[in-house]
């Protein structure tokens, strides 16, 4: 689900981010950083996490960075949060890591 105000764009990932779901969702992020200047990811529904997903929001983020855009990680699953821990990104991502309790 996406939500668009003013140049700003809320995506909500309710799906796995995994290899299965990767392509799908790399060209869901890209539309929706690409309609928008800035983006917000809300990550709280995703139960899952590997590679694949993880490397689809380093893309977005980076194609962020690449164009001067905004984008933000809003909440974040425990799966969400584990892959951040793991490979010490979230200071990349810059983004308060909120847990879902």
């Not at 962020?64 to 909440?75: E, V």
Request: charged share 25%.
């Amino acid at each position: 689900m996406r939500k668009v105000k003013l140049g700003r764009s809320n995506l909500v990932i309710s799906e796995d981010m995994t290899i299965y779901n990767a392509a799908t969702q790399k060209e869901q992020l890209l539309k929706a950083l690409a309609d928008c200047q800035e983006l917000d990811l809300d990550l709280l529904k995703v139960s899952e996490m590997d590679t694949a997903g993880f490397q689809i929001l380093l893309l977005t983020k980076r194609e962020a960075l690449k164009a001067k855009k905004t984008m933000r990680l809003t909440a974040h699953s425990t799966a969400v949060t584990e892959f951040l821990d793991l490979f010490n990104m979230a200071s990349y991502f810059g983004d308060p890591i909120w847990l879902d309790v």
